[in-house]
């Protein structure tokens, strides 16, 4: 099997792994970004990024990562698609083996994210691509003119409810407490379209069971409160119930909260020397682009250091 | 032939994919969609590498709302590959130059 040595491994091209292989790259060091999808992260499927700094007008989720990525790449860092099947930690330095590949790094830092969270009711799985979806930004044309349903009610589920609203004739908008939780501007304008009639709340509301024979027609709720339960007919459903994080890689290697989320301390190192987390993989309090770059900043620089301290002993 | 995707609409649909010669692959896809724009290069690529072969077309599921129903996408990125009019493959999200390309070998 080839083995490639490096200083640093950054695990996952979404905004933390981006910005920790900017700063990595600058101090010269010998980088390598490994991704397994497509660079960005779950950024890429935003369409409108409006709470990151420096773009009053917002800016598409594809064009800031790929911006990140132009700039990471003009700083000497190496990319490509990759999938890290397991993580060996040692003592001097640690093998990181890939398909057919294996590498060696002084330093790794762990950026691989999170992806969404799926319900876990009947339907939702045979159901997927077939009107159940994950995103609205792939997805939402293609319910021109029709009644669909968003469930969640943190800042995904309100921004894409109002991307769809320029698609979608009605928008059932299912949430399972009594109050929105994300952003008060973003509630501001979900609550605006449902004064218009574009968007029904349905609070204290929970789907048990998505049906449908080829395609999604019925959605089964219940309101928890009166437990009474009725029929949706809707064309599609859009789930944004948060995150999981992408750790399953990880199991046993690094510490882990009870979510699987990596813990690190403020330097954003795991308790393995020479081990580092970024953006949301991390257990943390705000998963946000703008915390994510804040992370990969730190975890390069404490890489850093930690390399040329290591080497001089 | 072109090297580059053909673009198609509902209106040339027919024509230029159904009644195509040689086997077509068609990219269902939307600009705002992030990763649409992630496959959109491995697409130029396939079209470029498969000229003559491959008839590699795209069509914008914002535009033309009539093929997607047609065929049933209710999500995207999808790619058709088309083959005497019929469908040989559908493949759905982003996914690897290499499952795109053992898709368009059987086709072929």
């Given at each position: 099997m ?6 640093i491994v950054i695990v996952?091209?979404?905004?933390a792994?981006?910005t ?9 060091l010998?980088?390598l970004?490994l991704?397994k999808l497509?660079?960005?992260?779950q950024v890429?499927?935003?369409?409108l990024?409006e ?6 007008e917002?800016?598409s989720g ?5 911006r990140?990525r132009?700039?990471?790449e003009?700083?000497g860092?190496e990319?490509?698609?990759g999938?890290?099947?397991?993580l060996e930690?040692g003592?001097d330095?640690?093998r990181l ?7 060696h790094a002084?330093a ?6 999170a992806?969404h969270?799926s319900?876990g009711?009947?339907?939702e799985?045979a159901?997927t691509g077939?009107?159940?979806s994950y995103?609205?930004t792939?997805d ?8 669909i349903a ?8 309100l921004t894409d409810?109002?991307?769809l609203c320029r698609?979608a004739?009605k928008?059932h908008?299912i949430h ?6 994300g952003e008060?501007?973003l509630?501001?304008?979900?609550l605006a379209?449902?004064?218009q009639g574009k968007?029904k709340?349905h ?7 998505i049906q449908?024979?080829?395609a999604?027609e019925?959605l089964?709720?219940k ?8 029929p949706?007919p809707?064309?599609g459903?859009?789930?944004f119930?948060g995150?999981t994080?992408?750790t399953?890689w990880?199991?046993g290697?690094?510490?882990l909260d009870?979510?699987?989320?990596v813990?690190?301390d403020d330097?954003?190192?795991t308790?393995?020397p020479?081990?580092y987390?970024?953006g ?7 998963r ?5 770059v804040?992370?990969?900043a ?11 301290e290591h080497?001089r002993? | 032939?072109?090297?580059?995707p053909?673009?198609?609409?509902d ?5 230029e ?12 896809w ?8 992630a496959?959109a290069p491995?697409?130029?690529?396939l079209a470029?590498?498969?000229q003559?072969?491959v ?6 599921v914002?535009?033309?709302a009539?093929?997607?129903?047609k ?5 995207i990125p999808?790619l058709?590959?088309?083959?005497g009019g019929?469908v040989?493959?559908?493949?759905t ?5 290499s499952l ?9």
């Amino acid at each position: 099997m080839p083995v490639s040595n490096y200083d640093i491994v950054i695990v996952g091209a979404g905004p933390a792994g981006l910005t920790a292989g900017i700063y990595a790259g600058r101090a010269r060091l010998k980088t390598l970004l490994l991704e397994k999808l497509i660079h960005g992260g779950q950024v890429m499927t935003t369409d409108l990024v409006e709470n990151y700094p420096g773009f009053p007008e917002g800016i598409s989720g594809f064009e800031l990562s790929d911006r990140m990525r132009k700039q990471a790449e003009r700083f000497g860092l190496e990319f490509r698609p990759g999938e890290v099947l397991e993580l060996e930690p040692g003592a001097d330095g640690h093998r990181l083996l890939l398909e057919g590949e294996e590498l060696h790094a002084g330093a790794v830092i762990i950026a691989s994210g999170a992806r969404h969270r799926s319900l876990g009711v009947p339907g939702e799985k045979a159901l997927t691509g077939k009107g159940v979806s994950y995103c609205a930004t792939c997805d939402g044309a293609l319910y021109r003119g029709e009644t669909i349903a968003v469930v969640g009610g943190g800042d995904t589920a309100l921004t894409d409810t109002l991307f769809l609203c320029r698609f979608a004739k009605k928008i059932h908008l299912i949430h399972r407490r009594d109050a929105l939780r994300g952003e008060k501007f973003l509630q501001e304008q979900v609550l605006a379209q449902e004064k218009q009639g574009k968007v029904k709340i349905h609070w204290s509301t929970v789907v048990e069971e998505i049906q449908g024979k080829q395609a999604v027609e019925t959605l089964k709720l219940k309101n928890v409160k009166t437990g009474e339960v009725t029929p949706l007919p809707v064309a599609g459903v859009f789930i944004f119930v948060g995150i999981t994080p992408n750790t399953a890689w990880l199991q046993g290697r690094v510490p882990l909260d009870e979510w699987g989320f990596v813990f690190t301390d403020d330097k954003m190192a795991t308790s393995i020397p020479g081990i580092y987390a970024a953006g949301d993989v991390r257990s943390k309090l705000l998963r946000q682009i703008a915390t994510a770059v804040g992370d990969g900043a730190i975890a390069a620089f404490a890489a850093e250091t930690y390399l040329t301290e290591h080497r001089r002993r | 032939m072109s090297s580059e995707p053909l673009q198609v609409s509902d209106a040339t649909f027919e024509e230029e994919i159904l009644k195509s010669d040689i086997p077509a692959m068609v990219d269902f896809w939307a600009a705002w969609c992030g990763p649409c724009r992630a496959i959109a290069p491995v697409v130029e690529e396939l079209a470029r590498d498969y000229q003559g072969k491959v008839k590699v077309a795209k069509m914008n599921v914002d535009e033309n709302a009539k093929t997607p129903a047609k065929y049933g996408i209710r999500a995207i990125p999808t790619l058709i590959i088309f083959k005497g009019g019929q469908v040989m493959e559908q493949i759905t999200g982003a996914v690897s130059r290499s499952l795109i390309e053992n898709a368009l070998k059987k086709a072929l």
